[in-house]
């Protein structure tokens, strides 16, 4: 008995080490806690996106919150075994869920938090407490400990963060895929959020989306220089992915807009476009018809 006894305390030993968030080093002074696929599930506590930890000799700088401070004090914990260095900031690439919804952990941390200036108007006009509330509803169990909390910085054109010797930058990109978007370039590389994805549908269905501009600000940041795109689902992504996005919103715009010309109505667009080349991608059975009926709506009222 007492055998068993152990062997159940070595499996329970090793699952709870298995649970444990994993960080990746990417670059020198990098590392990612990368995000399963899916939506948010009690079995993955919501953990479906990546946090990336940037390492200055003053501290850590965090891109992206996670989607609950539960996720977000694990991934901190993570950063200080690497290097036991205060968290100095934490920068949100755009108000969504699992990018947002941690961010009450670096608060805790004395973290300085840094958004889009609409950010802030989606916390002070109750509007995250809304979506909160939903995604409480939607997800049972998994956002019981969210706080939405205000942003102590708040951007509305590019900026340069100086940490020590290290300048960050954070350039607004919207509206495009919300009206929060940031990029942020350190050490090279271009943290995009969820502007860019490679072989993952991206998510056109936000309220604030702009497919139209999407694109637009998927050629500025083909113009700029980078080691790799660090984006907020998957591994470090090349050029290609900035093609990917591209063609994906291109296909939806110009297939719905084409067969919204022939009078057909939003159910029967769906139909027709069900099947795509696109279909093999990650979370094309959660977003892809969801994309068309928003796009369906966004093309009703575009402003040139
Ligand atoms: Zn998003």
Known sequence: MRVWGIVWALVAILFSF???????????????AKGTYGLPSKENR???????????????????????????????????????VPVLYLIITHYHMD????????????????????????????????VLEGARKGFPGVFDDVEPVAPDMVIDSKV?????R??????????????????????????????????????????????KRWLKVLDTIGKMKFKKLLGGHGDPMGREALKWTRDYINFVRTEVARLKDEGLFVDEVKEKLKESPFKDSKMYDVFHLRNVYFVFNELDMELE
């Open 18 to 32: 298995s649970e444990a968030m994993d960080l990746q080093k990417i670059a020198r002074n990098i590392y990612v």
């Open 46 to 84: 919501g953990f479906m996106s990546n946090s990336y930890g940037i390492l200055t000799r003053e501290g850590w700088i965090v891109i992206d919150a996670l989607s609950t401070p539960e996720l977000a004090r694990e991934f901190i914990s993570e950063l200080k075994k690497i290097k036991n």
């Open 99 to 130: 990018h947002y919804f941690g961010a009450k952990a670096y608060k805790e941390e004395g973290a300085k938090v840094i958004a889009h200036k609409n950010l802030k108007v989606f916390y002070e006009e109750g509007t995250a407490q809304m």
């Open 160 to 164: 340069k963060l100086r940490v020590g």
């Open 166 to 211: 290290k300048v960050i930058e954070i350039i607004p990109m919207t509206p495009a895929h919300t009206n929060t978007d940031l990029v942020i370039r350190a050490e090279g590389y271009l943290f995009v959020g969820d502007l860019v994805s490679y072989k993952r549908i991206p998510f056109l269905g936000d309220r604030n989306v702009k497919t």
